[in-house]
């Protein structure tokens, strides 16, 4: 099991545990393991990063909630 990189900064690789009491516990630790856990894999190959500037661009484009959303709104 993959737990990331804080004992690379001095801190407690286990932190999560804390949590374990909480109702969200189980379902984050499935989400990181299959999300998020892969993104340090070394072994895994690298993904170019002009292959994810179409999809930021497109979730960036407009605001949803946002406190300048109102603004933006208003200067149309």
Excluded: C, W
């Amino acid at each position: 099991m993959l737990l990331n990189f804080f004992h690379h900064l001095g801190m407690d690789r286990n932190m999560r545990d804390k949590f374990k009491g909480s109702e969200y516990f189980e379902h984050t630790k499935r989400f990181v393991a299959k999300y998020d856990n892969p993104a340090f894999d070394a072994s895994k190959p690298k993904l170019d990063i002009a292959l994810f500037a179409p999809m930021v661009r497109a979730i960036m484009a407009k605001p949803r909630q946002s406190l300048y959303k109102a603004a933006i709104d208003q200067n149309k």
